[in-house]
C-alpha cells in the first residue's frame, strides 16, 4: 500500500500533527508513507520512524508552484490513499495531481468534490481544543483510528551526532554550559510579540544571575528583533537569527538547555525535543497551540480582547505589556531550577 500526505505548511502545525502521522504509521506499518511538505517542513521531518520517503515542494509559498515540483516527482506514480492535513483547496488538488485513488480530507474550502472521503469539520467543543486533536480526528473520522488517544508529550527524534556539532558550535561561538534558546518573533505577526526590550532585560538577569549564555533564534526577517535584544544586553548573545538552516533547528535545540520565547514554530521544536519551555501567550490561546510538553511555564495575563487571533494588535497590545519582566525571569527560574533537581 503506497499513502501519500500533504503535510501542513508551518513548523508549529507540522510539529502538532506528529502524532497523527505517528497514529498513521501504526495503522499501517507495512504501509510505504510518502510525506510532501515545504522545505522547512521535510528537513523537520527528516529521520522519523513515521515518513518513508520525503518529497520537498521547495520553500515558495505559491501554492501552484508547490503543485508542480511535487507532481513532477512523482511522474507516473500512482497512491492508493491520499490524506490532505492542510485545510486549502491546494492541498485537496495536490492529491487528485498527484493520482491518489482515495483522497481523505476536511470538507471545507469548497474543496468537498476534489475529495472521494470528505471528512465534516468537527464542531466546536466536539474535540479536545488542542490542534493535534484536530489532525487526529480527521483520521477518526475517515475510520483509521478507533478513538483519539491522550496526548501530553509530542517528541521529535534527533540524531546524536547532529546534537553533539551542535553543542560544538556553540561552543567554538563562546557558549558555556547553560545555553538559553531565545526566539523573540514570531512568523504569524508581531501581535504574538512580547517587546523585545523585556527579552533582553530577562536575558541580562539570566546571564547575571544564572550564568546563562543567550542564544538568539529565529529567521531573517526577524534580524532586528535581535538586534534591539542584543544591543539591551550588557554581555554579548550568540546571535543566530537567519543563520540556522530548518535541517539544524531542532539539533540546536536540543543542544540547548532552555527555550524561552513566542507562541512560535521554534516554541514546538523546542519541546518536542525535550526542552523545558518557558512560552509567553497573549494574542493566540494555549488552550489550542500550547507547547506538548510537560516541562512547560506558560506565561500569559488574560485581558477581555485576548485571545484574537490577529497579526498586529489594532489597539494597545495590553495582553504582552501586562506581562512583566519579573512574571518571565520568574517563570524562567522555576523551569530552571526543576531541572536542576530533576538531574541530581
Partial sequence: MKILVRATNWVGDAVMAIPALEALRAREPRAEITIAARESITELYRGQAFADRLVSL????????????????????????????????????????????????????????????????????????????????????????????????VRLRVDAEDIARAREKLRSLGAGEFAVALAAGASYGAAKCWPAERYAAVA??????????????????????????????????????????????????????????????????????????????????????????????LVRRPVSCSPCFLRYCPVDHRCMTRISVEDVFQATRGQIEERADGER
Wanted: proline share 5%; hydrophobic share 45%.
Fill in 58 to 153: 521547495g520553500a515558495s509559498k505559491n501554492a501552484r508552484q508547490e503543485n508542480n515540483m511535487g507532481c513532477a516527482a512523482f511522474g507516473g506514480e500512482r497512491f492508493n490513499f491520499g490524506v490532505a492535513l492542510p485545510n486549502s483547496f491546494a492541498s485537496a488538488w495536490f492529491l487528485v495531481r498527484a493520482h491518489a485513488k482515495e483522497r481523505i480530507g476536511y470538507a471545507r474550502d469548497g474543496r468537498r468534490w476534489l475529495l472521494t472521503r470528505p471528512v465534516s469539520k468537527p464542531r466546536t467543543g466536539e474535540i479536545p481544543a488542542h490542534e493535534t486533536y484536530y489532525y487526529l480526528e480527521l483520521l477518526r473520522r475517515a475510520g483509521w483510528i478507533e478513538k483519539l488517544p491522550e496526548v501530553e508529550q
Fill in 204 to 297: 541580562n538577569r539570566l546571564v547575571d544571575e544564572m550564568g546563562a549564555s543567550i542564544v538568539l533564534l529565529g529567521m531573517a526577517g526577524e534580524r532586528e528583533i535581535g538586534m534591539r535584544i542584543a544591543g539591551a544586553m550588557r554581555r554579548p548573545a550568540i546571535d543566530l537569527i537567519g543563520e540556522t538552516s530548518a535541517r539544524e533547528l531542532a539539533p540546536l535545540l536540543a543542544a540547548c538547555r532552555l527555550f524561552l520565547g513566542n507562541d512560535s514554530g521554534a516554541m514546538h521544536v523546542a519541546a518536542a525535543v525535550g526542552l523545558p519551555v518557558v512560552a509567553v501567550f497573549g494574542s493566540t490561546d494555549p488552550e489550542g497551540t500550547a507547547p506538548l510538553t510537560l516541562r512547560r511555564s
